[in-house]
């Protein structure tokens, strides 16, 4: 019966429990409603991720005591390494900026790597790590919110952005930086929440209450307790949503007015907004790069927005249809939602690395506070959103019928 019990997984997208017991190694399974990719089962996973996880550490530990990038203009040389960003910043009072550079970039990482080791290792030897489904939540709920690929990704639209004013060379601390951003997107692609959780199930041998709320989640049993509770939720969950995306609306608006950084060269400030800075990209042949800010700062922002508000619309006034062109509609918002931090990472690198006083130096505009928060609301807005209410009135249909039967 508890084989059976966690065989059955609940799709987090529509709600419909699947059966998933006859899932063999290096095959994943999707939800026949929705589509989405509900477990996968991965070869040598656990030695895996734990493989990636510690590679991964030892190249971050790597990648601070070294140069990260040089910058030379006019016989004036700088060389920051990352550590020495955050000084900077923290300096010249964008405290901010530093927050978010040290928690997306350093912190949260961290703990999602100590986290999967400090799980993953009790769990190939069969132990039931202390606290264990309280941190492998917390790993999920940390997920979004690590942006290293990002950061590399800002990090080499930034000196695109300056290889024509001055000469720019890489240290040894970037190299070692993006190995720990290749092994930690390997340990993530590794993670299966599902089989993890089904892991630490079979080692928590004394512990049934938690294997009483495994069975409760996938009952059919439905009470009138449940459907009020289910309705308290969507309430919550839509006030929350429009909350949010109003006022991602508020951070939008100046946002793209003010300029997102200034530059001061001989003495004279050129401030730039966002499409300020596209169009110089555009006018000095820096096609793709480009296209990628436009699309990752503005096209992106406006078109999360108005997904999410038409997502929340239609499940406020239960629209039935559409449902599997809505869910698409959302996978998409909470993807690329996150990717429109590079310029924020852009404006970081810039400020860092370009401080030589009135000769040239690039500071923070307004907008760079602005639009983090247009990234920070509409990533919660997306996730305080509960995609299960698209499929609602699918859903009381599958209960009605179960009930009949």
Known sequence: MDDQSNSIVECHECALSVDISQLIERHKALCPRCGLVLTTKHHNALDRIVAYSITAILFLLLSLPFEFLAFQSNGIERKIDILTSLTILNENDYHVLALLEVLTIFIIPVLILFSLIYIIMPLRKGIYPRGGQYILKLIYKLLPWSMVEIFVVGVLVSLIKIISLADISLGPSFYAYILFSLAMTAAVLHMDKHQLQQLLNSSELKKSEEENQIHSSVSNTATRQNHLNLMIKKKISIQKTWALLITSIVFYIPANLLPIMNTRFLGQDEPSTILGGVILLWKMGSYPIAAVIFIA?????????????????????????????????????EFVGRWSMVDVYVVIILVTLIQLGNTMSIYPGGAALAFSGVVITTMLAAMSFEPQFIWQTENNFYSEENNDK
């Open 297 to 333: 700062s503005v096209a992106v922002p406006m078109a999360k927005m108005l997904i999410l508000a038409w997502l929340n619309y239609s499940v406020h006034h239960q629209h039935s249809r559409f449902s599997k062109e809505r869910i698409k509609l959302y996978r998409f918002a």
